[in-house]
């Protein structure tokens, strides 16, 4: 069983679901050769992918090309299905900051052999996550800076302004063919700027609204 908390809080939420967006950047769609999707592409993590702050990313034995992904993540609140688009934000208990660890390499050649790409994005340690920032004290999770430095030295870095699909959109879309829990996590995609991790990294990634830090999560990889 898998909790997460709210900063400043003793509410905990048990995670049910991890839901994560593909491409909802133009710019990472454009650096992965794919195309600019139409509607939300989404697939799922188990809750045993995760680690917290402080713990490491464990890179499986079968891969030589583990990648990270920056993005925010978002922590439901209350549950729902067919969420409306002028509802949606009243579902989210908090946002955060998460990496989508990817072993590139078995994704490929799933993607290859068309393939599921389960064992690529699901495996043991590949959802890191920080503790949740209140959803009532961001003012607009669409106007958020994502940030991830690889050994002190920046990577990623994108706001989400530049989502193709809007927070309110991502969780109304997908609630017409999940019902999402109170609990359930959604990764909103990642900007432009993945790339490889090796053993010995230190990843630190980082959720702010202008000068101010809502969110950090420092991991190691081994």
């Not at 679901?17 to 600019?36: D, F, Q, W």
């Not at 920056?70 to 579902?91: C, F, R």
């Not at 946002?95 to 994005?121: C, F, H, N």
Request: proline content about 5%; some cysteine; charged content about 20%.
């Amino acid at each position: 069983m898998n909790v997460v908390r709210l900063q400043n809080s003793h509410q905990e939420f048990t995670v049910g679901k991890i839901l994560c967006v593909g491409r909802n950047y133009a710019e990472h769609a454009k650096e992965m050769n794919a195309a600019v999707p139409e509607a939300p592409v989404f697939f799922l993590k188990p809750s045993t992918a995760i680690i917290r702050n402080g713990e490491s990313v464990v890179i499986p034995p079968i891969s030589s090309d583990v990648h990270h992904e920056v993005e925010m993540t978002l922590l439901i609140g209350t549950g729902g299905k067919n969420i409306s688009l002028d509802h949606a934000l009243t579902h989210v208990a908090g946002y955060g900051i998460g990496l989508d660890m990817t072993m590139r390499d078995v994704q490929a050649e799933a993607k290859k052999k068309s393939l599921p790409w389960t064992l690529a994005k699901g495996f043991d340690t590949s959802a890191p996550l920080s503790e949740f920032v209140s959803a009532a004290r961001v003012r607009n999770p669409n106007e958020l800076d994502v940030r991830l430095a690889v050994n002190g030295v920046a990577r990623q870095s994108s706001n989400t302004r530049n989502f193709i699909f809007s927070v309110q959109h991502l969780v109304s879309y997908i609630s017409r063919f999940f019902t999402l829990e109170s609990g359930d996590v959604l990764f909103t995609g990642t900007p432009e700027g993945v790339g490889p991790v090796r053993s010995g990294d230190r990843l630190e990634a980082t959720l702010a609204d202008g000068a101010t830090m809502l969110a950090t999560l420092t991991v190691q990889v081994r």
